[in-house]
C-alpha cells in the first residue's frame, strides 16, 4: 500500500487539494504564516490521482485549496483551472467535479463556461466573500470592493444561470460599525445565496488585523452571526418550496435513521443541504445516483421519492 492514498471519506467522494498555501495577504488570516507560500500541483499530476481514486470507486472529486483562483500561476505563469477541469472531466468513472474555496479577485472566468458546458462539472461554486462593505474588504486586504463583488456575482449567474453559489462570511471584524453590519445583512438579502456559512472574527496574533483594536464585543459578533443566519434560513427554505414537484439526479452518502440521504449536484458533503428518502419501502445503494422528486421542503433538507 505504499503510496497508494487512503480516502477517510466515504468511498464515492474525494477531496482532491490541487494545492498547498496562499499568497494572498488577507489580514484576517494566518494560512500564509502556518502553510507558506502557494504552489500549485501540476495537471499531469492531479490527473494521475484522480484516475487512482477512480478505480477504487470514487464518483465525485471535491477540488479544494486555499484558494482555487490561483491555481497554476506559479508552475504555469497563468491561471490553468480552466484546463484542470478540461483533464480532469476525461477522467473515466469520475461523474462529478465541484469547485471550493475560490478567491473572488481575479477568478478565471473560462472556468464559468466549462461549468455551463461540461455536465461532470456541478453547477456550485463554493466562493468565501468575507463581507460587502468597500472599507472593511480593504482593511481584510481582500483586493475587491462592494461593486466588483456585485459585478463578479452577476457574472456567475448571467455565464452559469443554474449556478449555486455557496460562501462564508465573517462579522464583527474591527470597525463593523452597526451601519456596515446592516449593509452587509441587507446585501444577504439582495443576493439570495444558495448556501452560505458565517462566522465570527477571530483576533488571531501574527495576522494583518491583530494591529488593529478588537473593537466588536463577544455576545455582539455572535449576535450578528445568528441574524445572518436567520435571515439566510428564510431564504434557504423560499428557495427549495420552488423545487417541489422537480427531479433531481442524487448521489447517495449514507443511511440515517429511516431515511437514506443524499444531495443534488448543488450541494456539498457535510455543509449544505440533503435529500431524504424513506427507505422503509425503497432499497438505495450507498455511492449510488438516482434520480429523485422532490415532495417537500424545509429550510436545509428536501424530502423525496425515487423517480
Not at 492514498?5 to 474525494?14: N, V
Not at 456550485?124 to 462593505?133: E, G, K, R, T
Not at 449544505?272 to 438516482?290: C, H, M
Request: with cysteine; glycine share 6%.
Amino acid at each position: 500500500m505504499v503510496g497508494e492514498r487512503l480516502t477517510t471519506t466515504p468511498k464515492h467522494y474525494a477531496y482532491l487539494k490541487i494545492s498547498e498555501g496562499c499568497d494572498r495577504p488577507c489580514s484576517f488570516c494566518a494560512i500564509p504564516l502556518m502553510r507558506g507560500g502557494h504552489v500549485s500541483t501540476p495537471i499531469e499530476k492531479l490527473v494521475k490521482e484522480s484516475q487512482k481514486l477512480a478505480k477504487v470507486g470514487v464518483k465525485e472529486l471535491i477540488l479544494i485549496a486555499q484558494d482555487l483562483t490561483y491555481y497554476g500561476l506559479d508552475i504555469y505563469k497563468k491561471r490553468a483551472l480552466g484546463e484542470l477541469l478540461k483533464e480532469l472531466v476525461k477522467v473515466e468513472g469520475i461523474e462529478w467535479i465541484r469547485l471550493h474555496y475560490a478567491f473572488p479577485s481575479g477568478f478565471p472566468e473560462d472556468v464559468l463556461d466549462i461549468i455551463r458546458e461540461e455536465s461532470k462539472v456541478c453547477n456550485y461554486i463554493d466562493i468565501p466573500l468575507q463581507h460587502i462593505n468597500s472599507d472593511l474588504l480593504k482593511s481584510m486586504k481582500r483586493g475587491t470592493t462592494h461593486e466588483k463583488t456585485n459585478a463578479l456575482l452577476d457574472k456567475f449567474r448571467e455565464k452559469v444561470p443554474d449556478m449555486a453559489i455557496r460562501t462564508t462570511l465573517i462579522v464583527g471584524y474591527p470597525g463593523e460599525t452597526e451601519e456596515r453590519f446592516q449593509e452587509l445583512k441587507e446585501w444577504v438579502r439582495d443576493q439570495k445565496f444558495d448556501r452560505l456559512g458565517c462566522f465570527t472574527y477571530s483576533h488571531e496574533e501574527n495576522t494583518g488585523a491583530y494591529v488593529l483594536e478588537d473593537d466588536i464585543p463577544q455576545e455582539v459578533k455572535e449576535a450578528r452571526v445568528e441574524e445572518i443566519m436567520e435571515l439566510q434560513s428564510q431564504i434557504s427554505w423560499e428557495k427549495n418550496q420552488t423545487k417541489i414537484g422537480e427531479v433531481y439526479k442524487c448521489v447517495f452518502d449514507r443511511k440515517e435513521g429511516n431515511y437514506f440521504v443524499g444531495r443534488t449536484e448543488y450541494d456539498s458533503p457535510d455543509v449544505d443541504n440533503t435529500v431524504l428518502v424513506a427507505a422503509d419501502n425503497t432499497y438505495i445503494s450507498i455511492g449510488e445516483f438516482a434520480n429523485v422528486k422532490i415532495t417537500s421542503a424545509e429550510e436545509f433538507d428536501l424530502y423525496g421519492e425515487l423517480v
